[in-house]
Nanobody, 118 residues
């Protein structure tokens, strides 16, 4: 099994910063890809930032230049540094890991709430 432990959410004023962390453990294998997604009330879950299998990064247009995804492979941990936060960034943020063993299997964290007040 795979476990994802997220932390770092909270309440922040517009213009502020937060850093999310997601530590993976269990049967994550040697080839996996991690990323962050978010879901606002009444909206579909969407990509925020993620690594690709080739090691590059993808960002949603709405966060590019404000958010930075990074990882510590030794700790199997991925981070999301969020700067210049806006009220529209308010959502539950989810960490996802795709474990690749021939095919990919997705595992999701429990989510962490980020609320940005205006």
């Amino acid at each position: 099994q795979v476990q994802l432990a997220e932390s770092g959410g909270g309440l922040v004023q517009a213009g502020g910063s937060l850093r999310l962390s997601c530590a993976a453990s269990g049967s994550i294998g040697s080839l996996n890809v991690m990323g962050w997604y978010r879901q606002a009330p009444g909206k579909q879950r969407e990509l925020v930032a993620a690594f690709t299998i080739g090691g590059t990064t993808n960002y949603a247009d709405s966060v590019r230049g404000r958010f930075t995804i990074s990882r510590d492979n030794a700790k199997s941990t991925v981070y999301l540094q969020m700067n210049s936060l806006k009220p529209e960034d308010t959502a539950v943020y989810y960490c996802k890991i795709t474990v690749v063993r021939g095919w990919g299997t997705d595992y999701w964290g429990q989510g962490t709430q980020v609320t940005v007040s205006s």
